[in-house]
């Protein structure tokens, strides 16, 4: 078993290996890789959370302080579309693409594996680097996602394969980063609006692009992917179609722009926003004014084609919003072991203990769902090299991942804000300030709720995929499966039967919403989503919590008994008159990675604890 983790030791969440110090993720990304994978990846992650927690802390904090800055036009007046960056994101860039190889070795094997990695890794990889700036796992994040695309459907067209090339290199002079623009002015999420128009030139494949794209991230990157209508193409978004619009072109067609007749695509970069938060990423609005574009795979399929990136995004983004509650929770537990009020710290203090359990519990749902919904995403993209998209389409891990994808992002976006809002808190004043990392968390935060999709619109995801997918066919059996594993441990027994009764109501629930009218079923659609995280959630720790009984540990029996508790319990006036001390008496075990005997867990969780 392990021992606890003394916070007191550092001065604050930075200077230090993150990924050797989170034993959550750890447990979450070894359960999501296949086992071979995880063996050579795990060196790998944590080189990066050592990277992330000096070099990488620095470079973010650099950046932050001298974010890029645009110039659209030059002295003569001429557009010259220029970003300038500060020189530690270039070194970040540096780390994360061609040492670690984030966007490399999910596409090509890395030394030592005969195999590409799971894109398990990347996520892995973007969870890490959230721990100090979500705004560069943007970017990050683009890049493989529009590799997705081009694997997928680029690769039969020189052009676009050379930017798939490129997006997926680790070589310091090939690599490119990704970006994509779908936004547009009038639209916004609905897609279907968008007014760009894409006009056939004399060269096959390649075409014209003229319209507005109102919030472009990464905005000069050059792989980039956007949606347009070719002329007399269908309404909405059966009629879009995808093109790399590259932020330069030469007649070589060169990714890198650095060809002899290399020239600024036909683009204006209007402004960048003045954003809240995620300074380190370029987001302005940019006028297409006869832009060069690349056509992706077939006509009018871009649309169909962009979901496919979609569902990769909205797991990065749910991978950020675990970065940064990971080090809200690590800097919270820093602060409470050093801070002394009134002749001890503070973590000493019974309510401190009840919020720092209640904060470490939730991570532990959170990153169990997420990187559970990875590891589907991993079976899913291997189905479709097997059998091909359609067919894959009809596998079990697409239905229960569609399922699972839009409820991770929706969750744990709204839980990154609420953690980091808390973690100012538990800093006092200094967790307000400029410079004390809390602050910097709850703004780059407040956009991941944002970011692919509002909470009610991955609400409204979630009823399209229950009617469409069916996804409800293949959950319910993968909740049972899991509950049936706890069910045969004692300590696990009690609290799995809670989860089953409440998987009970959620079908209950499910099929309500699948009798009422249309309106109805959209005003219970996010209490819906809710519940099924829920579910899912307690059923995956109490599934991890059977492995670690087996294993010697009883850790986690503590923390899926306090989850499902939390969330499930009914007990008459709130639980104050229950006699509950888990927060008192396993505190070390929760918040500080004690091992726990099980043996001790012969009693339910929450039962007073023996003097």
């Given at each position: 078993?392990?021992d606890?983790i003394?916070?007191?030791?550092?001065?604050s969440g930075r200077?230090?290996n993150y990924?050797?110090?989170?034993?959550?993720?750890?447990?979450?990304?070894?359960r999501?890789?296949?086992?071979?994978e995880?063996?050579w990846a795990?060196e790998?992650?944590?080189w990066?959370?050592?990277?992330?927690?000096?070099?990488i802390v620095?470079?973010s904090?650099?950046?932050?302080?001298h974010?890029?800055?645009l110039?659209?036009?030059?002295?003569?007046?001429e557009v010259?579309?220029?970003?300038?960056?500060?020189?530690?994101l270039?070194?970040?860039?540096?780390a994360?693409?061609?040492?670690?190889?984030?966007?490399?070795d999910?596409?090509?094997?890395?030394?030592?594996r005969?195999e590409?990695?799971?894109l398990?890794?990347a996520?892995?990889?973007e969870?890490?680097?959230?721990?100090v700036?979500?705004?560069?796992?943007c970017?990050?994040?683009?890049?493989?996602?529009a590799?997705?695309?081009?694997?997928?459907?680029g690769?039969?067209?020189?052009?676009?394969?050379?930017?798939?090339e490129?997006?997926?290199?680790d070589?310091?002079?090939?690599?490119v980063?990704?970006?994509?623009f779908?936004t547009?002015?009038?639209?916004?999420s609905?897609v279907?609006a968008?007014?760009?128009?894409a006009?056939?030139?004399?060269e096959e494949g390649?075409?014209?692009?003229?319209?507005?794209?109102?919030?472009?991230?990464n905005?000069?990157?050059?792989?980039?992917?956007a949606?347009?209508?070719?002329?007399?193409a269908p309404?909405g978004?059966?009629g879009?179609s995808?093109?790399?619009?590259?932020?330069?072109?030469?007649?070589?067609g060169?990714?890198r722009?650095e060809?002899?007749?290399?020239r600024?695509?036909?683009?204006?970069?209007?402004?960048?926003?003045?954003?809240l938060?995620?300074?380190?990423?370029p987001?302005?609005?940019?006028?297409?004014?006869?832009a060069?574009?690349y056509?992706?795979g077939?006509p009018e399929?871009?649309?169909?084609?962009?979901?496919?990136?979609?569902?990769?995004?909205?797991?990065s983004?749910?991978?950020?919003?675990?970065g940064?509650v990971?080090?809200c929770?690590?800097?919270s537990k820093?602060?409470?072991?050093d801070?002394?009020?009134?002749?001890?710290?503070?973590?000493?203090y019974?309510l401190?203990?009840?919020?720092?359990?209640e904060?470490?519990?939730?991570?532990?749902?959170?990153?169990?769902?997420?990187?559970s919904a990875s590891?589907l995403?991993?079976?899913?993209?291997e189905a479709?090299r097997?059998?091909?998209?359609?067919?894959?389409?009809?596998?079990?891990?697409?239905r229960?991942?569609r399922?699972?994808?839009?409820?991770?992002?929706?969750r744990?976006?709204?839980e990154?804000?609420d953690t980091?809002?808390?973690?100012?808190?538990?800093l006092?004043?200094?967790g307000?300030?400029?410079?004390?990392t809390?602050e910097?968390?709850?703004?780059?935060a407040q956009?991941?709720?944002i970011?692919?999709g509002?909470s009610?619109?991955?609400s409204l995801?979630v009823?399209r995929v229950?009617a469409?997918?069916a996804?409800?066919?293949?959950?319910?059996p993968a909740v049972?499966?899991r509950?049936d594993?706890?069910?045969?441990?004692?300590a696990?027994?009690?609290?799995?039967a809670?989860?089953?009764?409440?998987?009970?109501d959620?079908?209950?629930?499910?099929?309500t919403?699948a009798?009422e009218d249309?309106?109805?079923?959209?005003?219970?659609?996010?209490?819906?989503?809710n519940?099924?995280y829920?579910v899912f959630?307690?059923?995956?720790?109490?599934?991890m919590a059977?492995?670690?009984l087996e294993s010697?540990?009883?850790r986690?029996a503590?923390?899926?008994h306090e989850?499902?508790s939390?969330q499930?319990?009914?007990?008459?006036g709130r639980?104050?008159s229950?006699?509950?001390?888990v927060?008192?008496?396993?505190f070390d075990a929760i918040?500080?990675y004690?091992?726990?005997?099980?043996?001790e867990l012969a009693t339910?969780?929450?039962?007073?604890?023996?003097?």
């Open positions: 078993m392990d606890p003394d916070y007191g030791t550092l001065d200077d230090c990924w050797a110090l989170d034993r959550t993720l750890q447990r979450v990304v070894e999501a890789y296949p086992e071979a995880f063996e795990a790998r992650l944590d990066l959370g050592e990277e992330t927690g000096h070099r620095d470079n904090e650099a950046v932050e302080r974010p890029p800055e110039d659209t036009y030059d002295d003569w007046g010259q579309n220029h970003v300038e960056y500060h020189p530690a270039a070194d970040t860039e540096l994360t693409y061609c040492e670690f190889g984030l966007a490399h999910v596409f090509h094997a890395p030394d030592g005969d590409p990695l799971g398990t890794h996520i892995a990889g969870a890490i680097l959230s721990y700036d979500p705004g560069f796992v970017p990050a994040s683009m890049t493989v996602g590799a997705i695309v081009l694997d997928r459907f690769r039969d067209d020189p052009r676009t394969k050379r930017y798939f490129a997006l997926t290199s070589d310091p002079d090939e690599y980063e990704g970006a994509m779908l547009e002015k009038q639209g916004g609905d279907g968008n007014e760009t128009v006009v056939a030139t004399d390649v075409y014209e692009l003229t319209g507005e794209k109102w919030f472009c991230s905005i000069d990157a050059e792989g980039t992917l949606l347009a209508r070719r002329e007399d309404e978004t059966k879009l995808l093109f790399v619009v590259p932020h330069t072109v030469s007649e070589d060169d990714p722009g060809g002899d007749d290399t600024l695509n036909d683009q204006l970069y209007r402004r960048l926003k003045d954003k938060g995620t300074l380190s990423v987001t302005g609005e940019v006028e297409l004014r006869g060069t574009g056509l992706v077939e399929q871009g649309f169909r084609y962009m979901t496919e990136m979609l569902n990769f995004e909205r797991l983004n749910a991978a950020a919003s675990v940064i990971g080090r929770l690590l800097e820093v602060y409470a072991a801070r002394e009020a009134f002749g001890q710290t503070i973590d000493q019974p401190m203990r009840r919020d720092l359990v904060m470490a519990v939730d991570y532990e749902a959170a990153s169990a769902f997420v990187f590891r995403l991993d079976e899913y993209r479709v097997e059998e091909g998209i359609d067919s894959a389409h009809d596998s079990e891990a697409f229960l991942m399922l699972l994808v839009p409820i991770a992002k929706l744990t976006a709204r990154s804000v980091a809002s808390y973690a100012c808190e538990v006092g004043g200094n307000y300030v400029s410079g004390f809390t910097r968390l709850l703004r780059d956009v991941l709720p970011w692919e509002t009610n619109i991955l995801d009823l229950l469409k997918q996804s409800h066919e293949v959950f319910v049972e499966e509950l594993a706890a069910s045969e441990h004692d696990l027994s009690e609290t799995a809670t989860v089953r009764e409440e998987l009970a959620l079908q209950s629930g499910m099929a919403l009798t249309q309106e109805y079923a959209q005003l219970q659609a996010k209490e819906l989503a519940y099924v829920d959630a307690a059923a995956e720790l109490l599934d059977a492995e670690d010697g540990d009883g986690r503590l923390v899926a989850f499902v939390r499930f319990g009914r007990e008459e639980g104050i229950s006699g509950d001390r927060a008192l008496d396993h918040v500080r004690a091992g726990v005997d099980p043996d339910p969780a929450s039962a007073p604890a023996d003097d």
